[in-house]
């Protein structure tokens, strides 16, 4: 492989990061636009290994800069069928990062790739990178027996891909619409992302798409077919632990073996009770707002802040890595589709902020009782802003504050009552008691503790006099 291309090629580069510092040009992200899509076609029609680039080619690009960039792949073979389309194209991922050199995150309509300057400086045209990255498919996936590729850096032709693909990628989705997890008895899983979150465990359903986006429950089943040992694999649903959560007994035992131990439960449908893990791929990231006891959702193309004042970059940095975080979640797209979106902890009826160009996105996903009552950076932009919007539109979450108020109150006054009536126990002969500061209130005649919503258990407790050294 070093012989016939200009740059390294290896799975040890996956994981590899192009800083800035270390840039030749940036391809997409977000600052730019970035494409990706595979489609299957009749032999005949393929001219097998073909690079063709639309727009500048690599020489022509100046350093530093960001271009618009879309990969179209053509692939045939006998073996070959649509339903392979989308189970290709997110191994475009792993293979490109297979060059050294040569970033690539995301996928579908949010790639993001960088160059960096020693590769770029071994090359003066993408095509041998198209031509590596068509014999790494070829070799790891056999039923591949003719392929082509188009990069295209042309903004307008772009774009005009990117229109096109948006389509192909709803009609995909559409496809489970029908078909739910209790329909089925194999859910599949995916470890694609390993490589950047090492404990990931993406788990796909019907109701549940992949965190990226590009793997539905028939994706799955066509990559377990054509390529048993591969990334996407089945896996055995087994008993129904809890319908509401989305907790199964196989479900868990993935979770175990591929986190290594790490997690042993997940719930494809809650936010907060062993939530599905999170890569760093996904589309969308929800987060908690404790001060309205509501869920917000920012996805990757929202460039402002959220009512907590963090950013999508900022909360997807602490959110991914493979991780369990309560308070954070990351999602595929998709499932806002789903009829089990975060069902556990009252699905749409506990969203109260998504961006407005998102909202927009997904307007067909969102139940019309609710769709106005869910705030956007238009309507709030910090906490404060968003509990009068949400009082205003007498949102489902707003009849939950008077309730857990009142919650609050009964338990104070329960504690301050037990706490008055504790026994104390009485140090021995000339113990001195130390002094303590005022906890709450108080005056010259003794000490008030007030403790709010605290567990406190004492196993056992002893106060002993402090001896002098003699």
């Known amino acids: 492989m070093a012989e016939e291309f200009p740059f390294e090629i290896s799975p040890m580069f996956e994981g590899e990061r192009v800083r800035k510092e270390g840039m030749f040009v940036e391809l997409g992200g977000p600052k730019s636009v970035g494409l990706e899509l595979v489609r299957a076609a009749p032999m005949d029609e393929i001219e097998d290994d073909k690079v063709t680039i639309i727009g500048p080619d690599l020489k022509q690009l100046e350093e530093g800069k960001t271009y618009p960039w879309a990969m179209i792949f053509n692939i045939g073979g006998e073996l070959v069928e649509p339903d392979l389309e989308s189970v290709v194209e997110r191994r475009v991922h792993d293979f490109i990062n297979y060059c050294q050199g040569i970033m690539h995150l995301n996928q579908r309509y949010d790639v993001w790739m960088r160059i960096s300057k020693d590769t770029a400086g071994k090359m003066d045209s993408f095509e041998p990178f198209g031509k590596a990255v068509m014999m790494l498919f070829k070799s790891e996936l056999p039923f591949i027996e003719k392929m082509q590729v188009t990069f295209y850096t042309d903004q307008a032709e772009v774009e005009k891909k990117l229109a096109e693909a948006k389509d192909i990628f709803k009609a995909r989705d559409a496809r489970t619409k029908d078909l739910h997890d209790e329909d089925v008895d194999v859910f599949y899983g995916c470890t694609l992302c390993q490589s950047f979150a090492p404990t990931n465990v993406c788990v796909v359903s019907p109701d549940r798409v992949s965190l990226c986006g ?16 591969g ?31 790490e997690f042993d439960k997940i719930k494809l449908h809650s936010f907060f009770d062993s939530p599905h893990t999170s890569c760093g791929c996904f589309e969308v990231v929800g987060f908690y707002i404790p001060e309205v006891d509501g869920i917000g959702w920012v996805d990757r193309e929202y460039q402002g802040m959220a009512p907590n004042g963090i950013g999508f970059s900022t909360m997807a940095g602490q959110t991914g890595g493979g991780k369990q975080i309560v308070g954070f979640l990351g999602v595929g797209i998709n499932y806002f589709y789903s009829p089990k979106f975060i069902q556990a902890d009252g699905g749409w009826n506990r969203v109260v902020w998504l961006p407005a160009k998102f909202k927009d996105k997904i307007t067909d996903a969102i139940p019309a009782d609710i769709k106005e009552k869910i705030a956007t950076e238009n309507d709030a932009s910090d906490i404060q802003s968003l509990k009068a919007f949400l009082q205003d539109k007498s949102h489902p979450v707003v009849a939950n504050w008077a309730a857990a108020e009142e919650e609050e109150e009964e338990e104070e006054e329960e504690e301050e009552v037990a706490v008055a009536a504790a026994p104390m126990m009485m140090p021995a002969a000339g113990f001195q008691m130390p002094a303590m500061p005022m906890m709450s209130g108080g005056s010259g005649s003794g000490i008030k503790l007030t403790f709010k919503n605290a567990k406190i258990t004492i196993d056992r407790m002893i106060i002993s006099e402090k001896k002098e050294k003699k």
Do not use: H
């Open 214 to 229: 590009a793997i539905n429950w028939f994706d799955g089943r066509a990559a377990a077919k054509v390529d048993p040992e």
């Open 231 to 261: 990334p996407q694999f089945s896996i055995d649903k087994g008993e129904v632990l809890d319908s509401k959560t989305g907790e199964y007994s196989g479900v868990n035992e993935i979770a175990k073996k591929l986190s290594s131990g």
